[in-house]
């Protein structure tokens, strides 16, 4: 298997304008994390999506941020409209949960998002 | 709540010394998983152990150890015969038992001189 897959891996936009971050998981894995990486705030959950239902949004910061998972084997995460305060890497993580229990979550490359 | 603290935020040593990075963590659950990732300078995490809670058993895997211990709630990393290669951030995370979403230390940052 390739991994989890995001892209792009850079994106460097302008104030204001929409940014899409999109995430391919592993396949067979049925739970999907996005998550930011900060200098300020370290590695923090945005949202969780687990059979495509997001379970756990509490994390999301703004309602300029919305993710989605129309299927098993793609998310995506908008921002719109884009801050510099949102420059950031975000990773997509993808794991297995069954009825007794789960594999450990497996990272995506990150996305490197620079908001000027 | 739950919280993972990594209190030491960079250490630096010489290729060759052992070095033991500490997590210790707090939750209410009874079943949880506990996590270490590595971050090299190129910057993907690097999933490297996953424990349960009702495992305590020690772990080794070549120059990488783990002790986990339920009474302190720690869970620390020890490298062996440090290598230049090791220089990365180390993360310890923690997840519940029914969720899998992680909550991150800090990070601690290892640097390993030549």
């Known amino acids: 298997d390739a991994g989890v897959i995001q892209s792009p891996r850079h994106e460097v936009t302008e104030m204001g304008q929409e940014v899409t971050l999109r995430c391919k998981p592993i396949s067979g894995h049925n739970s999907l994390f996005w998550y930011r990486q900060t200098m300020m705030r370290g590695l923090e959950l945005l949202i969780y999506f687990n059979n495509n239902v997001p379970i756990d949004d509490s994390g999301m910061p703004e309602d300029r941020f919305s993710a989605k998972m129309p299927n098993a084997s793609f998310s995506t995460l908008k921002i719109q409209p884009s801050e510099p305060r949102d420059s950031a890497v975000y990773f997509c993580?993808?794991?297995?949960?069954?009825?007794?229990?789960?594999?450990?979550?497996?990272f995506g490359q990150g996305t490197r998002l620079t908001v000027v | 709540a739950q919280k993972v603290t990594q209190a030491q935020t960079e250490i630096s040593v010489v290729e060759k010394e052992d070095v033991t990075l500490d997590c210790v963590y707090e939750?209410?659950?009874?079943?949880?998983?506990l996590f270490w990732y590595k971050q090299p300078p190129s910057g993907e995490l690097v999933f490297l152990i996953r424990r349960n809670s009702f495992d305590e058993q020690n772990e080794i895997s070549g120059r990488y150890s783990w002790n986990f211990q339920k009474s302190t709630s720690s869970f620390n990393f020890t490298i062996t015969a440090s290598q230049v290669v090791d220089s990365a951030v180390y993360f310890c995370?923690?997840?519940?038992?029914?969720?899998?979403?992680?909550?991150f230390g800090q990070g601690t940052t290892l640097q390993v001189k030549p």
């Open positions: 993580a993808s794991s297995f949960r069954g009825h007794q229990g789960g594999t450990e979550a497996f």
């Open positions: 995370a923690l997840a519940s038992g029914n969720t899998g979403k992680l909550i």
């Open positions: 939750t209410r659950d009874t079943t949880y998983y």
